[in-house]
């Protein structure tokens, strides 16, 4: 690890996202793995990638079996702009199948707890799965997103799964991801035309008002200091 740390410190030299990325696509020897909801600023990352052809960095998804019809356009489209296939990660059958026979459908509208219970079965299971053996974890975490994330770097040790997250936006503002991907004609999800900022499952998500935070849109249902799913500690 303290290699692998010597290598990521040395992103800093590099100015541009796709330079960083392609940096760690040829010096990090372990594996490498970037997950994506298709939410702008992963698309960002994704066009990094692709167009790069960056050979080394997986690329995944998590399908949770609950995610817009937008979302899945927009997981077709962008697969047939860069002809580069995307993995899904999905959630455990029998595990999912006893949480609905035994609360419902929709139980995470009744309580934080089945709505993490949840959100544990749909992502974070799956997460696990899609990081095993990985080193370096890709993410499109910005620090404007919630509050919890304004202390965040670019580079983080995830103690709890024993890698590296490469935080690539975490500067980047809403603005800076959009005129890239304008600038790129890169797809992206017309849900967030529509004011949807932070997409997820379509149950838990809402467009959001002018002058409302980020994940506003977010489990809204809940107090505001609970809104995470556990994919992320911050």
Request: charge should be negative; aromatic fraction near 12%.
């Amino acid at each position: 690890m303290n290699i692998l740390k010597e290598i990521l410190d040395k992103i800093n030299n590099y100015k541009t996202l796709e330079d960083k990325l392609n940096f760690l696509d040829k010096n990090v020897q372990g594996k490498i793995v970037f997950s994506t909801s298709f939410g702008f600023e992963d698309q960002v990352i994704t066009h990094a990638i692709f167009s790069q052809n960056l050979k080394n960095v997986d690329t995944f998804t998590l399908d949770t079996g609950r995610v817009f019809p937008e979302t899945y356009t927009t997981w077709n489209k962008t697969e047939l702009k860069y002809q580069q296939k995307i993995k899904a990660f999905y959630p455990p059958t029998s595990e999912l199948e006893n949480f609905i026979d035994n609360n419902g459908i929709n139980p995470f509208y009744d309580s934080v707890e089945l709505r993490k219970e949840c959100c544990f079965i749909r992502k974070v299971i799956p997460l696990n799965r899609a990081l095993k053996d990985a080193d370096v974890w890709i993410t499109g975490l910005r620090a404007e997103q919630s509050n919890n994330r304004h202390e965040m770097s670019e580079i983080e040790f995830d103690e709890s799964r024993n890698l590296y997250k490469f935080n690539p936006l975490i500067h980047f503002t809403k603005e800076d991801c959009f005129e890239y991907l304008k600038n790129n004609r890169v797809p992206y999800n017309p849900l967030h035309d529509k004011g949807f900022i932070s997409i997820g499952c379509a149950p838990c998500t809402r467009a959001i008002n002018e002058g409302e935070d980020f994940r506003a849109g977010r489990w809204w249902w809940e107090d505001e200091t609970k809104k995470e799913c556990g994919l992320h500690s911050k």
